[in-house]
């Protein structure tokens, strides 16, 4: 057997590689396809499972292992599938203690589904955009039809079992101008742990060598952002106008994970999120065939570390090529990155999105930095806050009563006008904001082209 892993990793699943149900417009995993041209069969095979659930457990130091299942569209494969999962989990378990996530774009879940998921005590994290003009602006199946009310019905599943689930909600062109029916929409649906991704993809002038259109941040020939692609300062808004929602309301309530995650690198701690590390490197990604690949977006023949078929998965984990590919995060950040105030939180973000370059010219420049820096600027003195409480052993959620009563003494000592600019800092009119009657301050998204 191999030796263990001294550095803990993660490794994203794809039993079933590319293969999905639906056809959503952003998606950057669908063309993956292209990569295996001879595949007839993409569900793994039964010794490339074993051998990976085997390796996965064993060559870890840690008491506890955590499973992420996703694709494609892992429901594709069928429960039994992953009831035999369960089982070689239990096999190789070997007294350590095994947690399993499951991404699902929700349309094919059902009671047997739920209900395994339930007996399994599986996360399940569902894929949705907001409300309904929202979420079908992009996610569409196969024949371009909505996919909204067959994603409800799944969560109804989850919710009529008791399935712990959270939901995953893409930051794209169209829902990043509301942000609050976004939120609003998702606590409504019962989602207590959020996470919300940005949506950043290059589109080739033409294929490239590899039969791919959506290129990686090295790529040197002629690409342009997709006009899916979130606006790098329309990023920041969504982002700051949903945070001053939640820390008003829902601290202690709702988690959403960049909040939570943003807490930690202001109490001094390495982010739990990778994309926020000094370097990068321990999250992986494996194929259907037992492919190893350094990141789940950084699925590239120049990125593939090996087969665990032939190499040990642990030693692929802490190759040299994969070292060189976490630690070049921080070794190639920009000079203009290095000198900025909230470096300590950003750290350049993931390298998928470093294409831009800086003001002077320098290259690897994050292209949702204008975003994240007002993001974290605007978070920051509610951050300071929360962390001080912490450290005084007190709730974090007592920033809400701090909050309200600093926007009461801001209105109360310079009380806008009518039309003059919300102080809550949303950006809004304060006729439209705080000075609006509750009932009109919930309000169904307008289609924005």
């Excluded at 699902?104 to 998921?117: P, R």
């Excluded at 690198?265 to 000094?278: D, P, Q, T």
């Excluded at 065939?289 to 190499?311: A, K, T, W």
Aim: with cysteine.
């Amino acid at each position: 057997m191999a030796a263990i892993s001294v550095t803990p990793f993660h490794v994203l699943t794809k039993p079933i590689g590319p293969i999905c149900n639906l056809d959503c417009k952003y998606c950057f995993y669908l063309e993956k396809e292209v990569l295996y041209p001879d595949t007839a069969k993409w569900a793994m095979p039964a010794d490339v499972l074993e051998s990976y659930i085997q390796q996965y457990i064993q060559q870890q130091n840690t008491d506890v292992i955590h499973f992420a299942w996703q694709g494609g569209e892992p429901t594709l494969l069928g429960v039994d599938y992953f009831r035999n999962i369960v089982a070689l989990q239990a096999k190789y378990a070997n007294g350590k203690r095994i947690e399993n996530a499951f991404q699902t774009n929700g349309v094919l879940l059902n009671d047997d589904w739920a209900n395994f998921f339930a007996e399994n005590n599986f996360l399940i994290g569902v894929s949705i955009d907001g409300p309904r003009e929202l979420h079908d602006a992009y996610r569409v199946d196969k024949g371009g039809q909505p996919t909204f009310d067959r994603v409800m019905r799944g969560i109804g599943f989850l919710k009529k079992h008791s399935v712990a689930f959270n939901t995953l909600t893409t930051v794209h062109r169209k829902n990043s101008y509301f942000p609050l029916d976004v939120y609003r929409f998702l606590k409504e649906s019962g989602s207590g742990y959020m996470q919300f991704i940005p949506i950043v993809e290059r589109i080739s002038t033409h294929t490239t060598q590899d039969g791919m259109v959506l290129v990686s941040p090295t790529f040197s020939d002629r690409a342009r952002v997709s006009d899916w692609s979130v606006e790098p300062v329309q990023f920041g808004r969504f982002l700051s106008t949903v945070f001053d929602e939640w820390v008003r309301n829902d601290v202690g309530k709702t988690f959403v994970q960049l909040f939570d995650v943003s807490l930690e690198m202001w109490l001094g701690m390495e982010a739990s999120l990778c994309i926020f590390r000094k370097t990068c490197g321990s999250a992986l990604a494996i194929e259907h065939n037992g492919d190893l690949y350094s990141c789940d977006h950084f699925v590239y023949p120049e990125n593939r570390l090996g087969n665990i078929m032939r190499q040990a998965l642990g030693e692929m984990v802490e190759s040299p090529q994969q070292v060189q590919f976490g630690q070049a995060k921080n070794d190639t950040l920009p000079k203009y990155c290095q000198q900025c105030e909230v470096r300590f939180a950003c750290n350049g973000e993931c390298p998928k999105h470093r294409f831009a370059t800086t003001p002077d010219g320098e290259a690897g420049l994050n292209y949702l930095c204008a975003g994240y820096k007002k993001f974290f600027t605007h978070i920051d003195p509610y951050m300071q806050f929360m962390a001080a409480q912490l450290r005084q052993q007190r709730a974090p959620a007592n920033v809400m009563e701090w909050v309200r009563m600093r926007d009461a003494a801001a209105l109360q000592s310079n009380k806008p006008g009518r039309n003059g600019p919300c102080p809550c800092g949303s950006g809004k009119k304060f006729k439209r904001c705080c000075g609006a009657p509750a009932s009109s301050q919930f309000h169904k998204p307008i289609s924005r082209e």
